[in-house]
């Protein structure tokens, strides 16, 4: 066990059979969490893979792994610090995800993350009660179930509706949904719900339900569905016939749910596909073991390696940016937070699709390692990181970019260099305050910043050069999105819907994450650690290039055996192959 860990735990460690107090440090509570789920390899260890993939298998959740997350309290972790939870911004709480969700996506929804999905628009606009009613069960250990309205371009998964009437008691509740996560075993259930049949902004409303006070002969509880992805969790469903529920029920004002649900899904979005990239750092562990178990480690197997742990840094610059948005520019965060949930997702089944070819040469075979990357690919979709998160996401970010053109590209200041410094504090997250239209694009104008320093500026050698070429391509294609978007009028359905803007928005996406990788190696130049070392953003650049058909300059020679020595030693060493660097329970040794 490293060092850093006996320091972080030693001062407050409890005696036999007590529960360790939380540490008020969120990486240091990671850690700790980390340690006590123990190394994942270990056949033995009964919260290991081994035990994971056969409680997959029988298609539950590990018992024993709820069982260690009730034990530290995790559902605080889901709870804002002023309503006595642990939640302090979302950058920290992705970091105590992390852990779980290395292990399996399942359990990280199961246990709790589903949660805090139902419960953010409850914490963002509820009355005093409906939130203090909420935090208490979740820091008690409890869940709580989201019924999700309807979405167009959803799976069978997200079909189903509720509607809502009102009267002068209150509302009657009809309909059903069949598919909802923990609905057996809910607390309290969070229901977007329409509550008039016109289309638009206001159709629907948010209602917090308690099952145990529901009129027993007006709410059925569905038999639960079986599921490729995700089996472990349990999804059951609601239905309702002329369901009495008091005004009380309504969660913030009536018509609200729309806009409820675009400024907490920036929190779903961000905290998924940042906790998911410890997911495939798993994958990631696995064909590093795999490659160095044979008897060469060539050089298409160090390109591969070495490619996708870039994509890992890169991706988690923009996660990391965009969590710290979330408290840094509330009002600015939407539209970083809906690329970054279709765009890094889709690079990520990429680089498992690479990783595969790695598991699989050599006659190599670990039936964990195997077992952890077709579980992955079937989980993916079913947490919403497939076709329906991609439309959603795009219809957050096509209307935009004709506006972000005539006003924002080329003139919106640079944004505060805390969003990239991952060791600074931010301001304690405010869901509530989160925003859902304007503010700009600050990852564009991170990306337009950089490219103009290294135009005057670059580091001296090879690695200068080829950083402000690649600088000045990026920003360059920036610009040529800005012009074919000003050929846009905003407003203009027929325009904003054709694929020609899809592609743009897709590019937009890729520029934005450019950006945020820039900036995060700038604002860690000075800093020691791997993070200032070049090697991996022009990799990590060159692959972003590649995916917009750009015309760049080859890394220079060296480039991939850095990074590849980099992956090479955090893998012996035991650490995360993301920006953090942070100690892992897993042993090292192929």
């Excluded at 949904?177 to 969070?190: F, L, M, T």
């Excluded at 790695?358 to 919403?384: C, E, F, H, I, N």
């Excluded at 860690?524 to 750009?550: I, N, Q």
Aim: aromatic fraction near 6%; include cysteine.
């Amino acid at each position: 066990m490293p060092d850093t860990i006996v320091r972080a735990t030693d001062p407050d460690t409890p005696g036999p059979g007590a529960r360790p107090a939380p540490h008020p440090d969120a990486r240091l509570r990671a850690e700790r969490l980390e340690f006590r789920f123990g190394d994942p390899c270990d056949p033995a260890n009964p919260l290991g893979f081994r035990a994971l993939l056969a409680a997959d298998g029988n298609s539950e959740l590990l018992g024993a792994a709820e069982e260690l997350l009730d034990e530290v309290g995790f559902g605080a972790e889901l709870v804002p610090l002023s309503l006595g939870g642990r939640l302090r911004d979302a950058d920290q709480l992705m970091r105590m995800l992390r852990p779980v969700f290395r292990r399996d996506v399942a359990l990280a929804f199961g246990y709790g993350i589903t949660s805090l999905f139902a419960a953010a628009p409850v914490f963002a606009a509820g009355t005093p009660g409906q939130r203090e009613s909420v935090a208490k069960l979740l820091v008690g250990g409890g869940r709580a179930a989201i019924v999700h309205r309807s979405l167009a371009h959803g799976t069978a998964m997200l079909r189903g509706e509720l509607t809502a009437m009102q009267y002068s008691g209150g509302f009657v509740l009809d309909g059903r949904k069949d598919v909802v996560i923990n609905a057996e075993r809910a607390g309290a259930v969070v229901a977007h719900i329409r509550t008039d049949p016109a289309p638009g902004p206001a159709s629907h409303s948010v209602f917090l339900l308690d099952p145990a006070q529901l009129p027993p002969d007006s709410v059925q509880l569905l038999k639960r569905k079986p599921t490729t992805g995700m089996r472990g969790c349990r999804f059951a469903g609601y239905a309702f016939d002329e369901c009495e529920v008091p005004d009380g029920a309504l969660v913030g004002e009536l018509g609200a749910g729309v806009r409820l649900a675009l400024r907490t899904f920036q929190l779903n979005r961000t905290l998924i596909t940042g906790a998911v990239i410890a997911s495939v750092d798993t994958v990631l562990r696995a064909a590093v073991r795999a490659a160095l178990a044979g008897e060469s480690l060539g050089r298409r197997q160090r390109g591969v390696l070495a490619g996708v742990f870039a994509d890992l840094l890169a991706g988690d610059a923009m996660a990391t940016a965009v969590l710290r948005a979330l408290s840094l520019l509330p009002g600015a965060a939407h539209l970083a937070a809906a690329e970054l949930k279709y765009l890094v997702p889709d690079l990520l089944r990429d680089d498992l699709e690479e990783l595969a070819t790695v598991l699989g040469a050599g006659g190599y075979s670990r039936d964990t390692d195997q077992g952890m990357l077709t579980k992955l690919l079937r989980d993916l979709p079913a947490a919403g990181l497939g076709h329906a998160g991609t439309a959603s996401c795009q219809a957050v970010v096509i209307p935009q970019l004709p506006v972000l053109a005539r006003h924002s590209w080329g003139s919106e200041p640079e944004p505060p260099a805390a969003l990239f410094r991952t060791t600074e504090p931010v301001p304690h997250l405010d869901i509530g305050g989160l925003e859902v239209a304007g503010g700009g694009d600050f990852l564009s104008a991170s990306l337009t910043a950089s490219a103009a320093r290294l135009a005057g500026s670059a580091p001296d050698g090879p690695y200068g050069e080829v950083l402000r070429t690649m600088a000045a391509a990026f920003h360059a294609d920036l610009l040529a999105v800005r012009e074919a978007c000003l050929l846009i009028e905003p407003g203009d359905r027929a325009a904003l819907a054709s694929p020609a803007t899809a592609a743009l928005a897709d590019r937009h996406s890729v520029l934005s994450a450019a950006g945020a990788a820039l900036a995060v190696w700038e604002h860690h130049r000075a800093t020691p650690g791997f993070l200032a070392d070049p090697a991996w953003l022009v990799l990590a650049l060159h692959r972003y290039g590649r995916r917009l058909g750009l015309t760049l300059p080859p890394p220079p020679p060296d480039c991939v055996d850095r990074v590849a020595e980099e992956l090479l030693a955090r893998f012996r060493a035991g650490r995360s192959f993301d920006l953090h660097d942070a100690p892992l329970a897993e042993a090292g040794t192929p």
